[in-house]
């Protein structure tokens, strides 16, 4: 039908639930197939906060992995658009964090 979906929460206001944050994207599962939800956690949420324009606290192309757009990256060890499940486990699954161009967690090099 064309409705352009985004995804949240309110963990914000509740710090002590960021860790199960990731646990509750599986509850889409019901609804949509883990690529739509894959692309609804992530460039589809880029784009509506592209929606606010000046008020948007990330300037810059969103949405997008090409030169100059903010970029966050996740290298995850297994296919989560057949094992969605991996992002619950970020400590083992996600071998590299990277944003804005900088490397937060690599668990490539040895």
């Known amino acids: ?39 609804m956690i992530t460039k589809d949420n880029a784009e509506l906060l592209q929606l606010s324009g000046l008020r948007s606290p990330y300037p810059g192309l969103m949405g997008v992995i090409k030169e100059n757009a903010v970029a966050d990256l996740i290298l995850v060890d ?18 590299l964090i990277m944003k804005n161009g900088k490397i937060y967690k690599n668990k490539l090099q040895k």
């Open 1 to 39: 039908m064309g409705v352009k979906l985004a995804w949240g929460t309110d963990f914000l206001f509740e710090p002590e639930m960021n860790k199960d944050q990731n646990t509750y994207i599986l509850r889409l599962k019901k609804w949509f197939t883990n690529a739509e939800i894959l692309k």
């Open 78 to 95: 297994g296919n989560p658009l057949e094992h969605l499940e991996l992002l619950t486990q970020p400590e083992s699954k996600f071998l």
